[in-house]
């Protein structure tokens, strides 16, 4: 095992893993930039490094700092936790060249995967269930237009090299496809640098249902089960919960399988999770497959009693999975609410500021991961959410209600948050039914955001 690993990353997943290493021993080193001097994950680590100015491409996203300061540290290894360097495979491979152990997939899985129109070619010769669409990127509106007729409209066109909506377009109609396939590659060249597209059968109304995958460097590969994350606004999560309310046995054991032989078809190590689009009628296709430790992963911690940040540790320093399918049991259910500091009514505009007053709920079931504390200044630097709450109860109608009672203690004082709006959520009928899907939000924000 590691006797020292640096976290590439800031905030309350910095802390999550500060806090797997010292439960395993594991002397912790923290990257900060010069607006984080104050932050929790500085002062829990053995040591902190400053790696650059406020400005994410200067310091967190500054990748020679950051193996600069494991080299004279002497840690062996990095964890990048999600977002900034995490799918970076540049980053992944500069480690590899440094001899430094990344914590996740191999630089060359993670390109393979970050091309989404790779990733399905890969996924439908692997026998994954796709959504029906074109063999690759599409060249020209001729070939889109003859893919579009194959298929059948509506269709969604999509960027290779997208992810996140950026770069996407739904087209219901053939006199909109040319406009559509223009806008669609502008946006992914501005976004990604990279107009490459190709084009899927739209799937109306599905659920967003992502399953938890852990793999060894040896083959063996398992699943943690599902998360159904459909509540979301322009592709930020906001609820997640597990398990998913439309699973039955035999689906559960159908996705499962896909999501094993996905990461098997992938030559995946490490924690993955597979993000699947579920239709009304059960039918369940690939979406995307999300290369690192993703923010909602104490939802499945709860049902599962397995610690996936141990288990990244472990797999990286070339341990073998403890235990296989077989032993994996859900157990109860799981609902995470993110906290941002951010102000619904004024269009979810971010919040920073001086924390002044903090009282966080507790008690049984009821699990904070944050990084921050009373006094403590929200920069504008990064990204709004300033804690996730999860409620674990044996069923959902526990959880949800121990989640609403937690919300309702929930105390911020000196900047806006969302913890009303998430109590409004949770008490629409469609959230207490788990009747909603990736429209839900969009088809509700007026009404609760009011
Ligand atoms: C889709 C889709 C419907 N049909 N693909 C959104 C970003 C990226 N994850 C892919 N996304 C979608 N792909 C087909 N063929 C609908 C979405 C989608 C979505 C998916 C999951 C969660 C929220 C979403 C919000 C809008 C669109």
Redesign the pocket.
């Known amino acids: 095992m590691f006797r020292k690993i640096l976290i590439a990353n800031r905030g309350e997943i910095a802390v999550r893993i500060i806090r797997a290493c010292r439960e395993m021993g594991i002397e912790t080193v923290a990257v900060y930039s010069e607006a984080d001097r104050e932050a929790l994950h500085v002062m829990l680590a053995d040591e902190a490094v400053c790696i650059g100015p406020a400005k994410a491409r200067d310091s967190y996203l500054n990748m020679q700092n950051i193996v600069s300061a494991t080299v004279l540290t002497g840690a062996q290894a990095i964890h990048p936790g999600f977002g900034f360097l995490a799918e970076n495979s540049s980053f992944a491979r500069m480690c590899e060249d440094c001899n430094i152990v990344f914590i996740g997939p191999n630089a060359d899985t993670i390109d393979m995967l970050g091309n989404k129109s790779t990733a399905r070619d890969t996924m439908k010769k692997a026998g994954v269930p796709t959504?029906p669409g074109s063999d690759g990127e599409i060249r020209d509106i001729k070939e889109a237009r003859l893919i579009a007729e194959q298929i059948g409209y509506p269709v969604?066109i999509?960027a290779s090299a997208g992810?996140?909506?950026k770069g996407?377009r739904a087209v219901y109609h053939p006199d909109y496809m040319e406009n559509s396939l223009m806008s669609a590659r502008n946006e992914a060249k501005a976004a990604f640098g990279d107009d490459k597209i190709y084009i899927?059968?739209?799937?109306v109304n599905?659920k967003?249902v992502e399953f938890q995958i852990l793999a060894d460097k040896y083959g063996n590969v398992i699943h943690l089960g599902e998360r159904d994350?459909?509540v979301?606004r322009r592709?930020q999560k906001l609820l997640e919960e597990s398990p998913c309310t439309a699973m039955t046995r035999e689906l559960r054991l159908k996705m499962g399988n896909s999501a094993v032989r996905a990461a098997k078809a992938s030559g995946y190590v490490n924690a993955g999770t597979i993000?699947f689009?579920l239709d009304a009628k059960g039918n369940f296709?690939f979406?995307?497959m999300n290369t690192r430790i993703q923010v909602e992963h104490p939802v499945t911690e709860f049902v599962t009693g397995i610690d996936i940040v141990k288990m990244q540790l472990r797999i990286a320093a070339g341990e073998l999975l403890p235990f296989s399918q077989e032993d994996i049991h859900l157990q109860g259910h799981a609902i995470e609410c993110r906290i941002n500091a951010e102000n619904p009514s004024q269009g979810f505009r971010p919040s920073p500021g001086k924390i002044t007053s903090l009282y966080m709920p507790g008690g049984p079931g009821i699990r904070i991961d944050t990084s921050v504390y009373s006094g403590y200044e929200i920069t504008p630097y990064y990204d709004s959410m300033i804690a996730k709450l999860i409620a674990y109860a044996p069923t959902r109608e526990e959880a949800l209600m121990k989640m609403q009672w937690a919300l309702a203690e929930f105390l911020v004082e000196g900047v806006d948050t969302n913890i009303d709006f998430q109590l409004k959520l949770l008490r629409d009928p469609d959230v207490e039914s788990a009747d909603y899907d990736?429209g839900f939000l969009g088809r509700n924000i007026g009404r609760l955001t009011k």
């Open positions: 959504v969604m999509k992810g996140g909506g996407m899927e059968k739209l799937i599905p967003h994350c459909s979301q592709n993000e689009l296709y979406m995307e990736i």
